[in-house]
């Protein structure tokens, strides 16, 4: 599966426009407290394990987006966007979200 932000795959036509695919993934508030209880890894400004639970929450967005996409019958995903939003009353979770359109190519 060929993912890309750009609206097309170099040296490949776009044969079919299958629609829009999504994946998200939310961490919510007690992942961030207990990451931030563990401060002691934060080296340069930076929190390796915070970074880590990010990755897998991106991670598991583009899973998810594949998923789509394939069961759509898709060869690639254009035009990806990837999001991140703080959400909660208390900006308590933080949601990765990825979008774009699934395609057939030539």
């Known amino acids: ?10 040296g490949r036509h776009i044969t079919a426009y299958l ?13 961030f407290r207990d990451l931030f209880a563990g401060i002691r890894d934060i080296v340069g400004g930076r929190s390796a394990a915070y970074e880590k639970e990010l990755r897998k929450a991106r991670e598991t967005a583009l ?28 900006n308590g979770m933080l ?5 774009g ?3 057939r190519l030539g």
């Open 95 to 99: 949601m990765v979200s990825v979008s």
């Open 101 to 103: 359109t699934a395609v």
């Open 19 to 31: 629609g829009i695919v999504t994946g998200e993934a939310i961490m919510g508030a007690n992942l």
């Open 1 to 10: 599966m060929i993912l890309t932000t750009t609206p097309n795959v170099d």
């Open 63 to 90: 899973e998810e987006l594949k998923a789509a996409a394939l069961s759509l019958g898709a060869d690639a995903v254009v035009g990806m966007d990837i999001d991140y939003e703080v959400l909660g009353e208390k």
